[in-house]
């Protein structure tokens, strides 16, 4: 079991810039990989930015060159650091981790753009 809590979520003008945290507590030995989603109201939650044990990383198209995401190991804690935002960022931004088959989540920050 692994229990994941976010922070750093908030409302932020359009080119402006965020970094969320997420802390990892209790089985954090055994994770494979560490992420961040986000979700939008009638939407699928997306796969934003993951990092894997070994440090490499992979984004989705739409973030790339704006978004990083960084920690020191996948154990955490884990930040994604969030520049030139646009409004289609707009969504809760969730952490996942992974061990083997099993996801585990955090309760999710909002991130709001807007002017």
């Known amino acids: 079991q692994v229990q994941l809590v976010e922070s750093g979520g908030g409302l932020v003008q359009p080119g402006g810039s965020l970094r969320l945290s997420c802390a990892a507590s209790g089985n954090t030995f055994s994770i494979n990989s560490m992420a961040w989603y986000r979700q939008t109201p009638g939407k699928q939650r997306e796969l934003v930015a993951r990092?894997?044990?070994?440090?490499?990383?992979s984004y989705l198209d739409s973030v790339k060159g704006r978004f990083t995401i960084f920690g020191d190991s996948v154990e955490g804690p884990v930040y994604l650091q969030m520049n030139s935002l646009k409004p289609e960022d707009t969504a809760v931004y969730y952490c996942n981790a992974r061990i083997r088959v099993d996801d585990y989540w955090g309760q999710g920050t909002q991130v709001t753009v807007s002017s």
């Open positions: 990092i894997v044990r070994g440090g490499d990383t």
